[in-house]
Every structure is written in structure tokens, then in C-alpha cells.
């Protein structure tokens, strides 16, 4: 399975999470909602999820090898380092 596409829909300054992202694999198959949250150790990936009635969290997709998850976080990250940079980027004024 390739990914083919990841989107960043958002990128926000405030608060641990730091975007969101759109993850298209192999031109057929899309993941919305994957959050980009910063803790202690750096920034990671957190995969879609729904609140469950007895509290917490539970994933609704998410990789299942390390081979996986890792390429799927370093793609994402490198992604919203590019949107970061070109949303910080000062705009240039043509006179």
C-alpha cells in the first residue's frame, strides 16, 4: 500500500494539536481526521478515533506493523512541515 497524497486541512499554532491531515493510499482508499499532536519527546501522528461510552478513546484506523506507522508519521510530519513553512512564509509584495 502507497501513499499517494496527504493533505494538510489544517495547521494551528495554539495548543498541543498542531494540524490535521487527509491521507490518501494508492489513489483509492482516504483517511481524514489524523491529528498531528506535539509532546514531550517531539511531535507524533494519532490516528482517527471515536470516544467511547465507558471514556476513552479507541482508534477506527490505524496501522498494525511499526514498518507502517513509521512511514506513515514521517510522511505526515515532513507534509506539514512543508504547509508550516509556507504558511510562516512572510508574503512578498509585488511594487
Do not use: C, W
Not at 489513489?27 to 471515536?50: Q, T
Amino acid at each position: 500500500m502507497n501513499i499517494t497524497d496527504i493533505r494538510v486541512r489544517k495547521v494551528i499554532e495554539d495548543g498541543k494539536m498542531k494540524g490535521v491531515v487527509s491521507v490518501t493510499f494508492d489513489d483509492a482508499f482516504v483517511v481524514h481526521d489524523i491529528k498531528i499532536i506535539e509532546g514531550k519527546s517531539g511531535f507524533f501522528v494519532a490516528m482517527p478515533s471515536k470516544k467511547l461510552a465507558e471514556g476513552g478513546f479507541k482508534d477506527i484506523a490505524h496501522p498494525i506493523n511499526v514498518e507502517m506507522r513509521t512511514e506513515l508519521q514521517d510522511a505526515i510530519l515532513r507534509a506539514y512541515d512543508e504547509a508550516k513553512s509556507i504558511q510562516d512564509a512572510p508574503e512578498t509584495v509585488e511594487v
